[in-house]
């Protein structure tokens, strides 16, 4: 299943937060070196690449089936966890009728309180109980309307790329 908190990257706007080392872009795409055959994270600290030399990727999975391996200095593959973790909760949290406990949350991903809490404000935004009321809220309005809103509008509310500044939470 396609990720939910994955907008999508054009390559311009890939490679300028691969020279920025943009850490808000971690988890979005994933950089490939041709030449070393190692695929990265976009913030990697290590010595950025010739552009010609790079291919972006959805995923780390992805990548890796092009037979480019992990970096080990970035660590490609811990972001695509957490990815998948924060997907996971955020359907937990979708289906939840009371506020998700933290606990059961962060269970559900594999990761301590802790380390869960700081990658969902992370990557989402906002916090897992901000999370559940904005889900609930819509909802209650649906009802109150008499009729459910498509799709597209449900769409609207993911985090837009581009990073912290353009948060609005
Ligand atoms: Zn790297």
Redesign the pocket.
């Known amino acids: 299943m396609a990720s939910r908190i994955l907008p999508s990257f054009d390559s311009e706007g890939a490679w300028r937060a691969v020279l920025a080392r943009d850490k808000a872009a971690d988890g979005r795409f994933i950089t490939g070196v041709l030449t070393t055959g190692?695929?990265?994270?976009p913030s990697?600290?290590?010595r950025h690449p010739k552009r010609e030399h790079v291919r972006f990727f959805a995923t780390s999975a992805e990548a890796a089936a092009a037979g480019l391996r992990a970096?080990?200095?970035?660590?490609?593959d811990e972001v695509a966890r957490d990815i998948a973790a924060i997907d996971r909760a955020l359907r937990l949290i979708e289906t939840a009728e009371e506020p998700p406990n933290l606990e059961t949350l962060a269970r559900a991903a594999g990761y301590s309180n802790f380390h869960f809490h700081r990658i969902f404000k992370r990557t989402t935004g906002v916090t897992p109980a901000a999370e559940w009321i904005r889900v609930t809220s819509s909802a209650s309005s649906w009802c109150s309307g008499g009729r459910r809103p498509g799709s597209r509008e449900a769409s609207m509310v993911l985090p837009e790329p581009g990073g912290p500044t353009n948060r609005r939470w």
């Open positions: 190692i695929y990265c994270r990697c600290a290590a970096c080990l200095r970035c660590r490609p």
